[in-house]
């Protein structure tokens, strides 16, 4: 019989049943438990899952949960990295996190952007050639080479499709078991010693690169104690820069998907263009697609809540993608609709939409890229809205759910693609 504040036991061992059901595992075993909250094992540990508001602002109080040596060995020998913002506590964490903040201003955002609008009209060449293009591909590929030069990695020592490949096998591979979790470690490894040699070429004065680029500042960036940052984890950081970016390709996807999925919503997108509605659009695509799963953080030390029991070092799971589809929080969840957002304030994201996270970026560990993703979206909105021509060909446009990370399956294949206007691919 189940004591009263321990958590409702789902499985002995739920390591394969996460890999094969994947998104939807989590909300799952808590609707069939009948609560937000549950204790499996996870490779092995006890691993304490939760999903909804409260749970993503309890998982935010510093003073019960760490993030230190929370994520799992497998995501950072190819997700994130070792000696990363991620897995930084306290004092060490603010003083990197406001590295990547002050990363974050509308000038620098705004050049990146610019950056993105030139590659992508030097590829529309190569568009109006091809019958047809795979989008997310060829979005990878843009959003990698301006990450790159918005960066300050030089462009003409990287091999840009190479650079692309590897690190969409990061993306891919992080939560793969076999062959593929390899292929993405393998991948880690070679951009890091590429990035390491980088670092170590600037700071022996064998090239220059712009002072104010993120490349420089933390090729120049100290850590809490006043050292020199180490060549690596300078890599880890830009890897933290440009992956990210180029992840972004998949939400830009499913803006598109969402387009021609909902006809209605591509009609008051082209009527109204810049806008309430555009924006409410863009948040219920990151609010209704899936992108990152969950999040891991340890306990802090022993506490109750909710009548629970929390033991200090325990590993805890926060589902992003059950809690952006929590019935108790959100009208009909599974339905793709942007005027939920019409009623809703922005305080109200802070822990019940969180897509890349939740509460503060400056003092959390929220995404400090959101700023970065909402832009790129709304460029890719309009671009296909108001710039760009293009048909849908059939083709198989399931997302599985099953797969992390999702994507259509098809990689979302169009054709016949025309600008609008000879003046095209602006930013509004």
Known sequence: MRKSWEAPLASHECTLALARNGYPYI????????????????????????????????????????????????????????????????????????????????????????IVVQHWRTR???????????????????????????????????????MTQKLVLMIEGGAAIGPQHWASRRARNSVENELIGMVNAYRGALHEVDHSSPFAIFANACDDHGDRLESRVVAVELINIIRPIVAIARYMVFAVLAMHQYPSCLEKLKQSGPGPYRFHFIQEVRRYYPF??????????????NGYRFHRGRQTILDLYGTNHDTHRWESPHQFWPERFEQECD????????????????????????????????????????????????QDLTVDLNVIPARPRSGLVISNIRPLDPVMLTEE
């Open 124 to 162: 529309l060449n190569y568009w109006e050639s091809q019958t047809s293009i795979v989008l997310l591909d060829e979005l990878h590929n843009i959003l990698c080479r301006a990450a790159c030069e918005w960066t300050g990695i030089p462009l003409h020592r990287v091999d840009a499709p190479d």
């Open 347 to 394: 305080d109200s994201f802070r822990f019940a939409m969180i897509p890349q996270g939740g509460s503060d970026q400056a003092t959390q560990h929220r995404c400090p890229g959101e700023d970065i993703t909402l832009a790129l979206i709304d460029l890719a909105v309009n671009q296909f809205t108001r710039q760009l021509s293009y048909d849908v060909p059939d």
């Open 27 to 114: 909300g799952e075993q808590c609707d069939r438990l009948g609560t937000n909250l549950f204790l499996s094992r996870l490779m092995l540990k006890k691993t304490i899952f939760m999903r909804g508001k409260e749970a993503a602002e309890l998982f935010y109080d510093n003073d019960r949960f760490t993030r230190e040596n929370a994520a799992p060995k497998r995501l950072k020998k190819t997700l994130f990295g070792e000696g990363g913002v991620q897995g930084l506590e306290g004092k060490a964490h603010q003083q990197r996190k406001a590295i990547f903040l002050s990363l974050m201003t509308p000038a620098s955002i705004d050049r990146l952007i610019q």
């Open 292 to 305: 990152f799963p969950f999040l891991a953080a340890r306990v802090k030390t022993d506490f109750t809540w």
